[in-house]
């Protein structure tokens, strides 16, 4: 069955410091993987897709198929990093919408 | 641009009571879920549809209902409402196609007692 594991609940680290939010899935099809953000009082968004192996706000990740891991990183972390971070697969094919999640990880960065 | 819509953002309910969780997009997306957000369980699906008139459950769909007669609106029933369905609610929409983007409402807060 299909799975997202994200195993950290809390990540703390001080601005400045690398950050790396883990992310591990299980699923039997080609994966579609995101990472999606909720910053305090706003709606849940996209930041990041495999597929497009973009830097959104100086975050990548990337898709590691033999490891079944999709970790987002950023070098240097901000303050204004700091919010909730789900990793999400897309699953049952293409043609439903179906996002399972992660348990999600809050990153606080502190000053 | 309002993208999804939830109605209402707060909500306390009694046990047995019933109430409807409105969505609504205005971005003419063919897609629609309804998810909860509980502490330490990330967001799970509720239903979900793929196009008007067409809904299917999700992985808890237990206490809820759905249905879909037009492409914008997509409303959650509980029928009754437990304590275990305490949450926070979340409706999203998307289009079809590879590694498309959900968009999310803002949640809806729900506490029955």
């Known amino acids: 069955a299909q799975r997202v594991t994200q195993p950290e609940k809390l990540l703390s680290v001080f601005k400045g410091a690398p950050v790396e939010l883990k992310c591990n899935y299980s699923y039997s099809g080609s994966p579609e993987l995101f990472w999606y953000v909720q910053y305090s009082r706003q709606r849940l968004q996209l930041l990041l897709r495999?597929?497009s192996r973009e830097s959104i706000k100086g975050f990548t990740a990337d898709l590691n198929k033999g490891e079944t891991s999709f970790h987002l990183k950023k070098p240097f972390a901000q303050e204004e990093d700091s919010a909730m971070y789900y990793c999400a697969l897309l699953y049952g094919s293409s043609n439903t919408g179906k996002l399972i999640f992660g348990q999600g990880t809050t990153l606080q960065v502190k000053p | 641009n309002a993208g999804v819509t939830q109605t209402p953002k707060f909500q306390v309910l009694k046990t047995g009571q019933s109430m409807t969780l409105q969505c609504a997009q205005d971005?003419?997306?063919?897609?629609m879920s309804w998810y909860r957000q509980d502490p330490g369980m990330g967001l799970r699906l509720i239903h979900y549809?793929?196009?008007?008139?067409?809904?299917d459950q999700g992985e808890v769909p237990n206490g809820y209902n759905v249905s879909r007669s037009t492409t914008e609106d997509f409303p959650l029933r509980l029928l009754s409402a437990a304590p275990s369905q305490t949450s926070v609610y979340f409706c999203?929409?998307?289009?079809?196609?590879?590694?498309?983007?959900?968009?999310f409402g803002q949640g809806t807060r729900l506490t029955v007692v």
């Open positions: 549809s793929v196009g008007a008139g067409i809904t």
């Open positions: 495999h597929i």
């Open positions: 971005m003419n997306h063919e897609y």
């Open positions: 999203a929409s998307s289009n079809p196609g590879q590694n498309t983007e959900a968009f």
